[in-house]
């Protein structure tokens, strides 16, 4: 008999229903979660869960959002869970107790749901999730005493990248399993997975100031298009006081408008040199990005890279 999966998303329910259609299919699949932010109305989610030998396996595709085990989440469940999450294509950032990880693509990343955890979604998500009862875990990997520490698990190479390819290949391919070996693939994917925790990487300590400069400058690159991307502005759309946004940057050897400037003249000069682009006019480009005067746009980008827009252009296309 072959499993049958569980399909939801998010396309299917009322725009205004998604939110807690978005926290009831967290929970179902990974425990209970909470979504403490309102969804926008572009918000798309896609879930598939698979039953596979007392273990799951959740396959979920996500817009950037947020979401959070509380203490009071942690106190009400009745059964210890690990999750062993595979990021396939996006960035995601979690908080794990005092700890603090930041994933990629083809990274693994484990956690306990003993444990508070937070998580934001920064750009659309694709992950692969093995959810495992403690007492299944201990049962076949009996010399695994102690519950893993939260963080990341080396994916690159050694066992981890086989770890990792393993995932991929058993979400791909766990719709084809007969539930007759469904149980001695299990096995053979805890005993790889207690091998793999073995070497895995102690997470950093949180660091909050690191945490919020990273989110101020992912918000500076979505809006350069913006002429008025101030400090000010960047402040108020942060939530935080212009003081302290200048004092995150102080860590970066950077002024904030400085790396406004620099980042509107990266994202121009990639224009420039991009094909697609070459119907555009100079003035279009620098506009495009944020820039309300051609003169000044041509003066600092030869300051910035040593030659005109114009140069860069038909340096970009000499074969």
């Not at 572009?42 to 203490?71: K, Q």
């Not at 990248?161 to 979400?171: D, E, F, G, T």
Request: glycine letters at 6%.
């Amino acid at each position: 008999m072959l499993s049958q999966p569980t399909s939801w998303c998010s396309a299917d329910v009322a725009l205004g229903d998604r939110t807690d259609a978005w926290q009831e299919v967290l929970s179902g699949s990974y425990r209970a979660w909470q979504v403490p932010q309102r969804l926008p109305a572009t918000f798309y989610a896609s879930l598939r869960r698979h039953d596979f030998a007392g273990t799951e396996i959740v396959e979920t595709i996500c817009d950037p959002c947020v979401g959070e085990r509380t203490r009071e989440h942690v106190h009400r469940d009745d059964e210890l869970y690990i999750g062993v999450q595979l990021t396939t294509s996006g960035r995601e950032r979690f908080r794990i107790g005092d700890s603090g990880v930041e994933v990629n693509s083809g990274d693994l990343v484990v956690w306990t749901t003993d444990q508070v955890v937070q998580f934001e979604v920064m750009e659309r998500l694709h992950k692969v999730t093995l959810m495992i009862p403690w007492a299944l875990m201990r049962e076949h990997v009996p010399e695994r005493k102690h519950l893993p520490s939260g963080g990341r698990i080396e994916s690159k190479t050694g066992v981890g990248s086989l770890l990792a390819v393993h995932l991929l290949a058993l979400s791909n391919q766990i719709s084809t399993l007969d539930s007759s070996v469904q149980g001695t693939v299990s096995r053979s994917t805890l005993e790889l997975l207690g091998v793999a925790l073995s070497g895995q990487q102690q997470t950093s300590p949180f660091d909050a100031t690191a945490v919020m400069l990273r989110k101020v400058q992912d918000y500076i690159l979505q809006h350069l298009h913006q002429e008025d991307l101030t400090p000010v502005h960047i402040a108020e759309a942060n939530g935080i006081s212009l003081r302290y946004l200048h004092m995150l940057f102080q860590r970066s050897d950077m002024t904030v408008s400085g790396f406004v400037l620099q980042s509107r003249l990266n994202a121009c000069r990639r224009a420039l040199l991009d094909p697609s682009y070459h119907r555009f006019q100079i003035g279009e480009i620098a506009f495009r990005w944020g820039f309300n005067s051609t003169s000044h746009f041509c003066r600092v980008f030869k300051e910035k890279f040593g030659q005109s827009p114009s140069d860069a252009r038909r340096a970009g296309t000499t074969p």
